[in-house]
């Protein structure tokens, strides 16, 4: 049974990992609840699902323009640095959104803007935090330990989704925010007790640094470079495009407002019910990701576990179109249950394909051009999801929720595929002599 069990391996050995993993933990508890409370302000500021799906056209451009060049500083700087920074600036902005809130202003163009900033600061604090962790610990314990941060951010999107509708159906969003702001402090505390994370000395690869720590100039050039170099990488760009095809066209989340209120009743509660059945099959992936993270045929887990994903996602859409846009006054709980598991199937999958889509970067990268990578991978993985709520939020306006869905899903799994056939080299990627 152990052996089935998550490997807290990772925690036993590296206190700076162990006392990371707690506060990052503890946040994203808040993170999540800021998220679900910002969704549901807009939604209910203005009625519309193609309004909420925008706020993921404010988040993707700061993303992709500060994620790219956040990775090269990230190769340049102590990332300990880098993180606490930016971490600090996204501790500026939550008490900002917490402010609107208080101060009661209602302003849709306020929070894209707070949103804006938020998503800037992720895409420089996310890969330094991604970055330090290859530090911390062996290589070979990588996959436990991204099994065990998908962990800890599952249990965040079970339980901060319903704290977050729960305290803004009782309590008012202002409190949610507020929260938010509190649970923060954990990550501050953890990055502030972190060692300093220099750039690698690596023979032959310009990783020189000088008397302030610093490899050579930050500017164009340094992010052209890392994606020069990631099209030399069969392997590792094609994790990207795998996850392109299920966060594009198949990320679920701006549909949940408008299930719960037109199509299965309840409200705020059941789109934090939806939320964290998403999050449980996540947690229950990792929790049984023992045997998981010993695989060495990781190219082939990524495929299944992304075809999984797109046939639940179509799933949930087909609980939708059965139900129908009837706005009941009360939730219709055999629908709800329908619709959770196949949420929950979705979410385990996608916990499994992060796992090693992180892991693959982690062990194939050299460390001077692990944050430029890493740095393209939050593009990827947190510009994905935005993107794809303006392509579900606009397929819902045109063709409804559940429509929307199942054309998602199958239109994922056809594209993976296809995918797949013209990089065969990724289906006999093998772990043990990690080729990126």
């Known amino acids: 049974m152990r052996r089935l069990l998550a490997d807290t391996t990772p925690l ?4 700076d990992y ?17 998220i679900v409370a910002v ?9 519309s699902t193609l309004a909420v799906g925008v706020l993921g056209l404010f988040s993707l451009f700061p993303l992709v323009v500060l994620g790219l060049y956040g990775g090269a500083l990230v190769d340049h700087y102590d990332r ?4 606490l920074v930016s971490s600090l600036v996204l501790w500026v902005v939550v008490a900002g959104i917490a402010a609107q809130a208080w101060f009661e202003l209602e302003s849709v163009h306020l929070l894209y803007g707070l949103v804006a900033v938020q998503s800037a600061a992720f895409a420089i604090n996310n890969p330094a935090r991604s970055a330090i962790i290859p530090r911390l610990l062996p290589k070979e314990l990588m996959p436990a330990a991204n099994a065990l941060t998908t962990l800890s951010m599952n249990v965040a999107l079970t339980g901060g989704p319903l704290i977050g509708a729960l ?8 409190w949610a925010y507020t929260l938010d702001m509190v649970l923060f402090l954990a990550a501050l ?14 023979e032959g690869n310009g990783a020189v640094l000088n008397a302030k720590g610093r490899v050579g100039a930050v500017g164009l050039r340094s992010v052209l470079d890392g994606l020069r170099y990631l099209a030399t990488q069969p392997n590792v760009r094609t994790t990207f495009l795998v996850d392109i095809c299920a966060m594009v066209l198949a990320f679920p989340r701006v549909l949940w407002p408008a299930a719960g209120v037109i199509y299965l009743g309840g409200g705020e509660t059941t789109t934090g019910v939806l939320a964290a059945a998403f999050a449980i099959g996540g947690v229950l992936a990792s929790v049984f990701s023992g045997g998981l993270t010993r695989m060495r045929k990781q190219g082939q887990v990524i495929v299944w576990a992304i075809t999984a994903w797109g046939l639940s996602i179509a799933a949930f859409g087909l609980v939708l179109v059965l139900v129908g846009r009837d706005s009941p006054d009360g939730a219709i709980v055999g629908a709800v249950i329908a619709a959770g598991i196949a949420l929950a199937f979705a979410g385990g999958s996608d916990s499994i394909s992060s796992v090693f889509r992180q892991s693959i970067l982690q062990t194939a990268t050299p460390d001077h051009m692990r944050g430029r ?3 393209v991978f939050i593009v990827v993985v947190a510009g994905g999801p935005r993107l794809g709520e303006m ?20 239109t994922c799994v056809a594209l993976l595929w296809l995918t797949v056939r013209l990089t065969p080299r990724f289906w006999r990627y093998d772990a043990r002599h990690p080729e990126p």
């Open 12 to 15: 036993r050995v590296s206190p």
């Open 18 to 34: 162990r006392r990371l993993w707690f506060g990052l933990s503890v946040s994203n508890i808040g993170t999540q609840v800021t």
């Open 39 to 47: 969704g549901l302000q807009i939604y209910a500021l203005t009625g």
């Open 80 to 83: 300990r640095k880098v993180s």
């Open 167 to 174: 305290l803004v159906a009782q309590l008012g969003y202002a």
């Open 189 to 202: 505390w953890a990055v502030f007790r972190l060692p300093p994370v220099l750039p690698e000395r690596t």
């Open 373 to 375: 990578l890493q740095g």
């Open 391 to 410: 392509v579900l939020g606009a397929e819902a306006t045109w063709f409804g929720e559940g429509w929307a869905a199942v054309f998602g899903g199958l």
